[in-house]
Nanobody
Framework: QVQLVESGGGLVQAGGSLRVSCGTS????????LGWFRQAPGKEREFVAA????????AYVDSVKGRFTISRDYAKNTIYLQMNSLKPEDTAVYYC????????????????????WGQGTQVTVSS
């Protein structure tokens, strides 16, 4: 029973910070690439950040580079997305996703590379 559960979303003013978390269970997540995607109303799901299963490689969409940081805690089977200097454009539902392909050593950036998804957590940034 693979499960990914996001938490930590909420309302924050522009320029503020927020950290969202994704707790995982039911899989060998030490060997899974884990990532974050987001989707705003009326828009397609967008890649945000990812970290390889080995933890040594990360990837970010250009719009969040320098502001967001992805990390993982192997002992807790949890990943985090620290979001700083938030902008109204960051408003979206943020989804955690897992890529179980242990033969891939890079941080996957395409939604089609991920097999498991959480239900999402809402992040709203006000002006």
């Amino acid at each position: 029973q693979v499960q990914l559960v996001e938490s930590g979303g909420g309302l924050v003013q522009a320029g503020g910070s927020l950290r969202v978390s994704c707790g995982t269970s039911g899989g060998d997540f030490s060997y899974y690439c884990l990532g974050w995607f987001r989707q705003a109303p009326g828009k397609e799901r967008e890649f945000v950040a990812a970290i390889s299963w080995g933890g040594g490689r990360t990837a970010y969409v250009d719009s969040v580079k320098g502001r967001f940081t992805i990390s993982r805690d192997y002992a807790k089977n949890t990943i985090y997305l620290q979001m700083n200097s938030l902008k109204p454009e960051d408003t979206a539902v943020y989804y955690c996703a897992a890529d179980p392909d242990a033969t891939r050593y890079y941080a996957a950036t395409r939604a089609t590379e991920y097999a498991y998804w959480g239900q999402g957590t809402q992040v709203t940034v006000s002006s």
